[in-house]
């Protein structure tokens, strides 16, 4: 039954990620950037006014005045609380070993096109938004595909669609598979057991969702600055200590996302289309623009200008993928690999993992070079013995298959360390001379968490690992808050006002159970769910462009001091009856 279903998530996955959509979030971004007249530059300078700078000289954009909204920052921090999470570090990782250097580069291109989608959909949330009977704002893609398409019955299939597809995303990409994460970080870092974890993220997640939305972005804007401001110092310090090799990481960028280059015997220009591919992949899972899920978030906003609000969504794909992915993209690319020759390094192996290039060059060289031999697998006899030597004298014969296109990877640091042999009663065995008995070789290429801890332990060494665990546990923590936004209203969409407690109950309990499960299948199949919920929300916002377009150019030609009756919203009366 679970093969059946992996089997089934992955060819689902294959086209919901597959090169169609993708080409549907770019060509979204680019149309919305095109006719703005490329809105992002043109105005930069009003929309850093409007919202970063806002927040040292407007009271307007920190505090509300509506004890049933939210402050403009709020709403935002609430909205980068889901979307600053692993896929920062662990995302930029996993687009950099399959995608190579070149992937940073069309991750910024997503994130540019990307902003004036974000812009969009939230242009149309704030338009379309409305009170319920508690006077709480209601708000997001569900709403503006139910009330704004001309066909009601699409309208509202597509809205439940969203809605249904949200909700069950928010218990995986949004609650168990981060708290995994987190778990799995204190395991390894602090030898926190899971369950222990589980409970304590559970009752401070808890506290803070049954809170109410209110409570949720009080503390997502002091949590959200502090646990930005703790990782972006963290990257300035090796940006500082590696500032020789920015040359090395921009060239490399540049080089590779424009590379026709070959590799592992596939035709020319692999390079440069794993580059894109991986690039927006990943870049759309950062900043989930075209999602539809942070507008949410978004229209809690005490605010009344729609355009307003729309460059505070600008501002968040800026902040989280120009400014915090191109950062760890930075650590990544300009940390450092021993190189050794590889018969050097399979030499005198013990229970400590030697971390090893397998590039033939010797000498130190940046973590990640195009041109240097790919990872290397254990393969079959048939393939390339090497004998491994160990600190108690035994050898191993291991065989190296050389990988095909699809194993391919940019990053050619491996890990070497011996599994040390035990006792039947379970103790470990040591050598006369007291040298742990090696019973077995493992060899293993470095990707994701474990790659950028390898990265950040060259400057701050065995403190590393610690740092990052924490990180994980601010940035994912924080996701958990913001989807549980998401996930609320879309139950309440769906089920009415009486489902909202119910469903947050729910949303809290099932923390203990991704803290303490496997979540390989959970994960996958909730990244499926996550971008299924893209197709109903960009159909929608295509549909409605012409409404964004009304409302930018109204306020625009305000600006300017046009005397004319401004378009905030789409009802006269705000309350639900």
């Known amino acids: 039954m679970a093969e059946w279903i992996v089997q089934v998530n992955e060819r689902i996955g294959g086209l919901v990620w ?23 530059l043109r105005h930069a300078k009003l929309i850093g006014t409007k919202t970063f700078f806002a927040l040292f000289h407007s009271s307007s954009a920190t505090r509300s005045n509506d004890k049933k909204s939210l402050s403009q920052f709020q709403a935002l921090s609430t909205a980068l609380a889901a979307t600053l999470g692993n896929g920062n570090i662990v995302g930029v990782a996993t687009a950099i070993s399959a995608g190579g250097p070149g992937a940073v580069f069309w991750m910024w291109v997503s994130a540019f096109f990307g902003m004036m989608t974000h812009f969009a959909e939230s242009v149309l949330g704030i338009y379309f938004r409305y009170r319920n009977e508690n006077g709480e704002w209601l708000g997001g893609p569900m709403y503006y595909l139910e009330a704004g398409l001309k066909n009601k019955k699409l309208g509202r299939f597509l809205a439940i669609s969203f809605a249904l597809l949200c909700m069950l995303a928010s218990f995986g990409i949004g609650n168990m598979t981060q708290v995994n994460s987190i778990s799995a ?17 559970a009752l401070l997640a808890g506290t803070v969702i049954l809170g109410g939305v209110g409570r949720i972005g009080r503390v997502t804007e002091k949590l959200v600055p502090v646990m930005s ?40 220009g692999l390079v440069m289309k794993r580059a894109v591919s991986m690039g927006f992949r990943r870049g759309i899972f950062s900043n989930e623009a075209g999602l539809g899920s942070s507008v949410m978030a978004h229209c809690a906003a005490d605010v009344k200008e729609p355009v307003e609000q729309g460059m505070w969504g600008i501002f968040e794909v800026f902040a989280d993928t120009i400014l915090v992915c191109t950062l760890t993209a930075f650590v990544l690319l300009s940390s450092t690999a021993d190189v050794l020759p590889l018969n050097e390094a399979l030499q005198k192996v013990d229970t400590t993992p030697r971390y090893v290039s397998l590039d033939h060059t010797a ?25 491994v030597t160990t600190v108690d004298g035994g050898e191993y014969t291991i065989y190296f298959q050389p990988p095909d296109e699809k194993d391919y990877v940019f990053t050619n640091v491996m890990v070497l360390r011996g599994q040390q042999a035990k006792e039947e009663d379970g103790s470990l065995l040591f050598t006369e001379q007291g040298k742990p008995v ?23 060494g065995p403190l590393a690992g610690k740092v990052l665990s924490i990180a994980v546990l601010l940035f994912a923590f924080a996701t958990v808050l913001g989807w549980s936004v998401y996930g609320t209203q879309a139950a309440e969409y769906l089920f009415g006002m009486g489902a909202k407690i119910p469903f947050q109950l729910l949303f809290v309990l099932m923390i203990v159970f991704g803290a303490t499960q496997s979540m390989g299948l959970v994960w996958n199949i ?35 001091g046009a005397l004319k009756a401004p378009i905030r919203s789409a009802y006269q009366e705000l309350i639900r009856k």
């Open 185 to 201: 970080a204190m395991r390894t870092s602090f030898g926190v057991s899971e369950w222990f974890c589980g409970i304590v993220l």
């Open 229 to 268: 401001i703790l990782y972006i110092v963290a990257c300035v310090t090796v940006f500082i200590l590696n500032i020789r090799q920015v040359p090395y990481v921009f060239s490399s960028i540049f080089k590779s996302a424009f590379s026709f280059e070959a590799v592992a015997g596939a035709g020319s």
């Open 363 to 387: 000498g130190v060289v940046p973590l990640v070079q195009t041109g240097t031999h790919p990872k290397f697998q254990l393969g079959s006899s048939k393939g390339i013995p090497k004998t």
């Open 18 to 40: 597959g090169t169609p959509m993708v080409l549907l979030f770019l060509g979204t971004g680019v149309y919305f950037t095109v006719r703005s007249g490329f809105f992002q």
């Open 438 to 460: 090696i019973a077995s070789v493992a060899l293993e290429e470095l990707d994701g968490i474990s790659l950028a801890v390898y990265a950040f332990s060259q400057r701050f």
């Open 526 to 560: 909730s990244d499926t769910l996550n971008g299924l919920m893209a197709l109903p929300n960009l159909i929608g916002i295509l549909s409605l462009s012409g409404l964004v377009f009304d409302i930018l150019k109204n306020y625009e030609q305000r600006q300017r």
